[in-house]
């Protein structure tokens, strides 16, 4: 599966907020993770800070799927459209 997540955060408003970036968001997430397969986090991290779409395998889909859902330092907004990408 590939995931794009180079798009604007959107507000509750249904607006883009100017200069967001859900990538960039989730990326930060990820790269300061400290559980897991450290070089596949950093590969999506660096990835999706970049601009880039990453591709993940059904395992890996779950494995994302879940680590955004538990993640306490995302929030609802910033988890639904991750979760909504997938």
Do not use: H, R
């Not at 507000?11 to 960039?24: A, F, R, Y």
């Not at 994302?64 to 459209?81: G, Y």
């Amino acid at each position: 599966m590939k995931v794009n997540l180079n798009k604007s955060v959107v507000g509750l408003d249904g607006k883009e907020i100017p200069e967001t970036n859900l990538g960039k968001v989730v990326a930060q997430v990820i790269a300061q993770d400290n559980k897991g397969d450290a070089v596949k986090k950093w590969y999506w991290a660096t990835k999706l800070y970049g601009g880039e779409e990453i591709d993940l395998s059904p395992e890996d889909e779950n494995e994302f799927k879940e680590m955004i859902k538990n993640n306490e330092a995302l929030t609802v907004m910033a988890k639904a459209q991750v979760l909504s990408e997938l």
